[in-house]
């Protein structure tokens, strides 16, 4: 066990720690909202572009639809805020009835928690004193924040720095399910929880595992067959955690490609759920219960508004967003109205758009909604999304975590 | 000829275009500068990360080196902005001899002139008629401000609303080189040149023309025969539009690959170097005149910092560094001081290395250096750079026009 972070340490480093508290993103939010309410009531159509457009009808369904599958089951869910990296989105996911939020760092969950979400999971690790410091300062002011640990060294240096800082903090144990994070299941999985319960200053609140592979494996039934095989090893560790007599109040995991099948896994608390709000082409291909062709589950909200530049040569339309207003992720974006469309997005400035048949014929100047391929690095391009009902702009909606990878 | 775009309009527009233009930068420099004060003196090692660090001895070297094989040809040095979209650096760029900047949108064109610098090449064209009265607002604050156009149309959209704002604006035509933008060579652009150098109020300053597809040519000979190659068409043109008496003082292109080769092109003028002050592992690997196998004639000043948050298997370390810190080009990225390892930077959230030999063993909370496979993606994420020297945060870099795709 590491004893090497004591008071001293722990104060030389929340003073670090604390300075970069200081910055308040209300400010930043402030200005953006302040800067671009000239554009409120305006068309879509007039944005000037690239820029990023949320369908506020289709961001309404979804909020309600994922809870439709789960009513009675006694799953929650959850939502990972890093999809959308927007205080006004998680609250507006709170206020559909989301037991809490997720988050991937901890700048994300400082913005979120100093936002007014009250409840946040942090999904990743902190690892390095300061940012354990830091963490700790954050659940001192703020009760709802939970921690992920991993190892056992982990959750020593969290120890040390919730004594230091006189407190008592919310842990799950992260599983390994991909061998990207977690602690590998059975038992060091189980001694793991054991150390984070015995452990004074850590109170243990259950589990999360999240199987990042079978998110988007095609087909329902495929999915769910693989969802449970992956998770057997995960459901065994669950079940040995529980008869020791561990409080498994959370057993947190799945996604928008799985959140329609998790509750049938035992134990299991809530999904976290982060694309279903806006939707993407990696996850409208899967497919769904309903529909094997399309995940037609939620609505495409999210598309980015752009122009054509230069339409020089037949059967080929450029446009000003390449990757850096779109993303390099496959498969290529969806252009909304014209399904022959292929949009490459491989150049930095430049969008491609080629084609064999159109319905329209366009000219420069015209402008195109695109349905992006993968949702979530496409919103951490942009500061605010424009939120858009009956192709008009109802407001604006801060990404007060952008870039907050940290 | 468009009649459409009348003083009235004119006025509607830049109404628009002035909401927008209210917002400065530099406020948000002065907060983001302030809010990390506190880390200038700092090892690197004791950042946050992900961090992005930019090594300022590398960085001076780099400033230099550009100019020499250029030094008594007569062409200069105008660096795109677009790669760093910092105002500091293009500054220091400014000071080490370049005949002004390129930028690639109106946004990042307002940010460098706003923030000091006089000379700005936008090389995207503007094609909406608020972003063009947008344009011409910001040519009237700023003289050096110089405009691209490549179609008729979009020329005399142009000469409209520079006569709305009651100015005369500069221009060069783009000439299309990888069917990307630009008009084609030949007489479609000797006729947009005329057009523009008779409307009175455009003036006509000359041409760029951008070959995207020779700049990772593997090899200085092969890069040099295709880069003749691929600009025959453009030189064709160019004598065409000088034979006809028009203003050729601008004939720029090029960039970090083909910036020591650009010279041997007739009448050309200066090159539209990017990456040369960072260096990627794209650029690394092309190869250069004095050395083959590894261009070297900059330095790679450039670094993401990450941290291991993970090591549960062998030959295997997870990062916090993935696709919203890093990017999704290719090659992988480069782990300072450790070659055989392979950085994959597919998933968002996390980076994983994988490798067969490592020169020490890594543990949980240990902090690497990697070089990006492509720089611009990636600073286009980030805030600010830390600019280090001696391995000690020396100044914070605010990344201005992060976004700024518009």
């Known amino acids: 066990m590491s004893t090497s972070f004591n008071r001293r340490k722990f104060l030389q480093t929340s003073a670090l720690a604390g300075a970069s508290m200081l910055w308040s993103s209300k400010l930043h939010a402030d200005q953006l909202t302040d800067r671009l309410s000239s554009e409120i009531g305006k068309s879509k ?18 909020l309600k639809a994922v809870s439709i599958p789960l009513a009675g089951t006694g799953v929650g869910v959850r939502p990972h805020v890093k999809t959308h ?34 409840n946040v999971l942090m999904t990743g690790v902190n690892v390095t004193l300061p940012k354990i410091a830091k963490a700790m300062e954050l659940r001192k002011k703020f009760p709802g924040f939970i921690q992920a640990v991993d190892n056992p060294q982990n959750a020593q240096d969290l120890q040390d720095a919730a004594k230091a800082a006189g407190i008592i903090a919310d842990v799950v144990v992260d599983i390994d399910v991909i061998r990207r994070s977690g602690v590998p299941t059975g038992e060091p999985a189980l001694a793991l929880a054991q ?12 589990i999360l595992a999240y199987d990042g592979g ?62 279903y709000v806006f939707m993407d082409c990696q996850y409208l291909e899967i497919g769904g219960a309903k529909n094997e062709s399309l995940f037609d589950d939620f609505e495409a909200s999210l598309t980015v508004l752009t122009t054509i530049v230069n339409n020089n040569y037949p059967n080929r339309l ?89």
Chains 1, 2 share one sequence.
């Not at 390449?322 to 014209?338: I, Q």
């Not at 015209?366 to 949702?375: F, S, T």
Request: hydrophobic content about 35%.
């Open 45 to 62: 159509w007039e944005l000037d572009s690239p820029a990023l457009l949320l369908d506020l009808d289709k961001l309404d369904h979804n």
């Open 85 to 118: 990296k927007c205080p006004a989105i998680a609250k507006m996911q709170v206020d559909a009835g989301a037991v809490g939020v997720c988050a991937a760092k901890l700048s994300e969950s400082e913005v979120m928690l100093e936002n007014g979400i009250a």
């Open 195 to 206: 150390l984070v319960d015995k452990l004074p200053n850590l109170r243990f609140r259950g």
């Open 214 to 275: 079978v998110q988007h494996v095609k087909g329902f039934e495929a999915r769910k067959t693989r969802a449970h095989k992956t998770f057997e090893p995960v459901v065994a560790t669950y079940e040995r955690m529980k008869a020791s007599g561990l409080n498994m109040e959370i057993f947190s995991g799945g996604g928008t490609g799985t959140y329609d099948m998790m509750h049938t896994i035992p134990g299991f608390t809530d999904v976290q759920v982060g694309s």
């Open 318 to 406: 450029v446009t000003d967003s390449g990757s850096k207003s779109f993303t390099l992720n496959k498969p290529t974006g969806w252009v909304v109205g014209e399904p022959d469309f292929v949009y490459n997005a491989g150049s930095d400035e430049y969008g491609t758009i080629s084609y064999e048949k159109s319905n329209k014929s366009y000219k420069v100047g015209d402008k195109l909604e695109v349905i992006v391929p993968h949702c979530d690095p496409v919103v951490n391009l942009y500061d605010v999304m424009y939120g858009i009902r009956n192709d008009k702009v109802e407001r604006i909606l801060p990404i007060l975590a952008r870039g907050k990878s940290q």
